[in-house]
Structures are given as C-alpha cells and as structure tokens.
C-alpha cells in the first residue's frame, strides 16, 4: 500500500468538467488502486471560489497545509481575479513553493493537425523555463513622471537548481544534447550569468552534449527547423514566451502539459486557461490535463499506469476522435466525457502510427522528499569573494539637460573621493561624451567613481550614501547602486557607448 496523497484542486470555468473527466480516467486504469500503491486526491479550495470570500491568496490555509503535506498539487486552470487585490494562484504557488523549474514537453500527436505532421516532420522536444526570478518578481517602481522599472533579478543559485535539474531530467529521459537559450550578448551580467552557470553544471554531466543559443535565433530556428532541438534551457521571461511558441508547433495550448518542479513541492497543471468561453458545456479537451497529470504518475514512479494511459491516449487520437477545438472538422467532435470514455475503451491498446510508451511492470507510488527546513533557507553559489567599493550609481529624476546636470554633479562631489566619470540616460552615455540625436528622458544614471589615487577598497559603503545624501539636498534620487569589485572583476555594466 502507498497511501500517496496528492492535493487536488479541480479550478474554474472548465476546471472541474475536464479535472473530473481525467480522474475517472485515473480511476479506471487502477492508479488509485490502493492495494497496488496507487494514490489518493484530496480535494483543496483554491480559486474563484476563495478570491470571492476575501482571500486575496486564493488558497484555504487548509489546502496550503494539505499541499505542503503531499508535496504535489494536481490543479486545473484558475481564474486570475482583475482588479481587486487577488494576484495570479499559479504564479503565487509556484513561487511560495520554490517550485523552480517549469518543464514542458512538445510532442506530435496523431489527430492533431500541424505544418510539420503535414510534411511528415515528427516532433519531440522540452522546455524548461526558470519558474521563480527574472523579471517575474514583479519588483516595480515609477521614478520619475515619465520613467516606469522593472528589476531583473537572475542569481547564481536560481541558476543553478534549473539547470541541474535540466540536466538530471535528460539522463533520466536518454536527451542527448541540451541548449541554453539565452540573450548574453545584450544582457551581459544576467544573461551571462545564466549561460555561465548552464556551462559550469554542464561539467557534471560529460556524457551530454551542450549548445548555446540566442534567444531570437532560437525563435526563428524553432520555426524554420524545430526538429534540431531536444531540450532547450531558458530564463524565465524568454522561456515563457518560446514554450509558448513550442505548444504552438505542435497543435497549441490545448496538447501542452506542464510540470512545475520545486526540491519539496511540485505543480501539475495543463498550459491553458479556464476557457470561460466554453465553460459548463461539456465540450472542453481534457488532453493537456490528462498530460499533465501523466507527467505527475511519472514523477511519483507510476510509469506503468502512465504508460498504459499515454498510449490508449495516442490510440484514441489516432482513430480520429477529436473534441470540437481539433481535429477533421468534417467529422463530428465530441464532448468532454466521451472522449474520456473513448480512451477508457482503449486502455491495453497501442497506437500504430507513432512510437508506442513502452509499458513497465506495475510499481508502487513514491515520492522522495528532502526533509522539511526548519526554517527558511539561504542558498549560496559562491563564498569567501573580496568586494571592493569603487564608487556608486545614483538615479535621478531631472528634467535637466545633460551638460546642466554634469555641472551640479561636479560640484557636489568636488570635495568627496569621488569623480563624475558618465551621465547615462536610458542606458545611453550622454555625458561626457554624446550625441545630439540621443532624445533624454526625465530620468538620469550618475556615475561617481573613485579619483585618481584612491585605492579600490579603501574608502566604504558609507561614503557613497554620503554622497548620495548631498545629491539629495537639491535633487530627486529614485535609486542608488553601488558600484564594486568581485575578486577585482567589475561587477557592474557600462553604459553603451562608454
Ligand atoms: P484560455 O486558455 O482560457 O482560452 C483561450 C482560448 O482557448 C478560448 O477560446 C478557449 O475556449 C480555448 N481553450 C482553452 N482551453 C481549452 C480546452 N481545454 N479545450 C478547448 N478549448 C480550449 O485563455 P484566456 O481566455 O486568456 O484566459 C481565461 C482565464 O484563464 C483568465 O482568467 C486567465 O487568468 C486564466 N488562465 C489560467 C491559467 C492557469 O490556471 N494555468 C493559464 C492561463 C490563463
């Protein structure tokens, strides 16, 4: 007996009709036979329901308990309330939970229409997407009338679990090479920093090969010729968009599972929304739940069931049954639980036209959880680095010209260890040197840095926030950043045009 429990959480407007439909599919072909170690749902509130009570989280503290105690959450799509103080449930869980990692597998189905099965290209690849930094901490600011920010964090050890764990997933899975998408070539520092890590894991793991990729060029690849890729790597923002371009390739968000993997709490979930179009008529697709939820038996070790699942999915495809958003049009669609019922009927069968699951012997679930943190935990990549302060940023909201701006500057750090050394506005130097045709905004970066003889590490931070404060006598300072060394490498861009 396993006893597994898994948080269920059926969601809004289709939610429930296509969540009920695949675990009757579930039932029937024995994974939640408890004498055979299957598992047990139980149900969790989260969604509308909540948001509607007041709870601005979306979630029960009961179905966060019942989740942090199962350690998996099966959810169906859930409404993200506009307006009012109700944020996103996914992006709330995936993030509370350090579910770091989100995988995505685009495959070619039979029935399923596309440019590449029209011209015979088989697909099957994975993305897998940072889940938690980049610019999806939300981490936003206005600075000036006209200035609006959004911080992009990336960090060495966010870097880190995506891309172990990236590369764990293709030993498992047999991928033989690896691409790290990515846009280093502009964002020097954070894309950099993405790339540099994906090589460093990357050593752990000789037997697979790796590539590196620019994010545009990876767009248009994908396109042109999408065959070439097995797994690709992505930061967040970028991973978002290109899984979605991938789900595209092979039919679109209605044939996309989705796994969120964190070390103590994994989400499964299908890509699309609550389709609150068709919600209540019983005509949803339920495959990317279902796919999802196949993702889930695998990741508790029921590869049998999910097996057996998978193909009489791929049969079911293959006869042509198709509900109304796919398909041979001139064939009539079905509903929701009769295209359920239909791969209910071809459990045990094997599809003829595309590679079969080969089905393993029946195995009990299991879920091997790293022990619950006491408390929360910092992680670390790198230790015992020599910082040195070698002077600070501090952002202005001016409508100043760049030259007037240069000389209030000067005069502020006249008799401070510091020197102006740019003016920048939207990243572009416009002082010293600059150009009449580079247009300014209200917002300004002004950089001090330390004046010839001052040693690197030889004044502190606190010098830098004074002088900061004699800027804020007379001017408006939004932000300030402190310029230093790492080991004597800078740890800071330069401006373009520097
Ligand atoms: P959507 O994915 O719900 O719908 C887009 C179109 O695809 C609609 O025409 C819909 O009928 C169709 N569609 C989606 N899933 C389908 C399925 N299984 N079978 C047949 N047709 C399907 O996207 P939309 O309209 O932008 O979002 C609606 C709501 O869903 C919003 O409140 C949004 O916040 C939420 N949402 C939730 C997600 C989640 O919980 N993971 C993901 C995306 C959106």
Redesign the pocket.
């Known amino acids: 007996m396993s006893g597994l429990k898994i948080a269920l959480a059926k ?5 429930p009709e ?1 969540m009920d439909a695949t675990i009757e599919l579930f039932k029937h072909a024995g994974v939640m036979d408890a004498a055979a170690g299957g598992i047990e749902f139980v149900p969790v509130e989260m969604g509308a329901s909540v948001f509607a009570k007041g709870n601005t989280r979306g979630m029960t503290d009961e179905a966060v308990k019942i989740t942090e105690d199962s350690g998996i959450l099966f ?8 307006g009012g103080g109700g944020k ?3 992006v709330t869980a995936r993030k509370m939970w350090n579910a770091y990692a989100n995988f995505r597998v685009f495959k070619t189905l039979p029935g399923v229409e596309t440019v590449y099965s029209k011209a015979g290209i088989h697909l099957d690849f994975s993305v897998v997407r940072e889940n938690i930094e980049d610019t999806y901490g939300g981490v936003e600011h206005r600075l000036s009338n006209d200035m609006i920010q959004c911080k992009r964090l990336i960090s060495a050890p966010g870097c880190d679990e995506v891309h172990r764990y990236a590369f764990h997933t293709a030993q498992k899975l047999g991928v033989k090479k690896i691409h790290c998408g990515h846009k280093a070539n502009i964002m020097k520092m954070t894309d950099g920093l993405f790339l540099d890590r994906f090589k460093q894991a990357a050593k752990d793991f000789p037997e697979i090969e790796t590539g590196d990729v620019i994010v545009d060029a990876l767009c248009m690849n994908l396109v042109v010729k999408p065959q070439q890729y097995q797994m690709i790597v992505l930061p967040n923002l970028q991973g978002d968009i290109v899984s979605d371009l991938c789900a595209g390739l092979v039919g ?3 044939f996309a599972p ?1 796994a969120n993997i964190g070390k103590h709490i994994s989400i499964f ?10 919600a209540g008529k019983g ?7 279902v796919l999802s939820g196949l993702m889930m038996l695998r990741h508790l070790g029921l590869d049998h069931h999910a097996a057996l699942i998978e193909n009489a999915l791929l049969a079911t495809l293959e006869s042509g049954i198709h ?3 796919f398909g041979n049009k001139a064939k009539p669609s079905v509903g929701t639980k009769e295209f359920v019922s239909a791969i209910k009927d071809r459990l045990g069968s094997k599809p003829t036209t595309v590679k079969a699951a080969e089905v393993p012997a029946k195995s009990v679930a299991k879920l091997n959880r790293p022990e619950k943190p006491t408390g929360v935990q910092v992680i670390r990549t790198f230790k015992n680095i020599v910082t040195q302060v070698v002077g600070c940023d501090i952002y202005l909201d001016s409508p100043l010209s760049p030259s007037t701006l240069a000389e209030e500057m000067q005069r502020v750090c006249e008799d401070t260890p510091f020197r102006l050394s740019i003016i920048s506005n939207r990243g572009t130097q416009v002082w010293p040197i600059g150009s009449v045709y580079t247009e300014c905004v209200d917002y300004y970066r002004v950089r001090f840095e330390l004046k010839d003889g001052v040693l690197a590490g030889s004044i502190g931070q606190s010098r830098t926030v004074a002088l900061m404060d004699k800027v804020a006598e007379k001017f408006v300072v939004c932000s300030y950043e402190l310029l230093r060394l790492f080991d004597g490498v800078r740890g800071y861009s330069l401006a373009q045009g520097q």
């Not at 979930?269 to 068709?278: C, N």
């Not at 005509?283 to 739940?289: C, D, H, M």
Request: hydrophobic share 30%; glycine share 20%; aromatic share 0%.
């Open positions: 969601g809004d407007g289709i939610g296509i959810k169906g799509p859930m409404e993200t309330p506009k996103s449930i996914n679109g968000l209605g989705s979930e299908a890509v699309h929304g609550t389709a609150p179009d068709i005509v949803a697709n339920p495959t990317s739940l509900t109304g958003d």
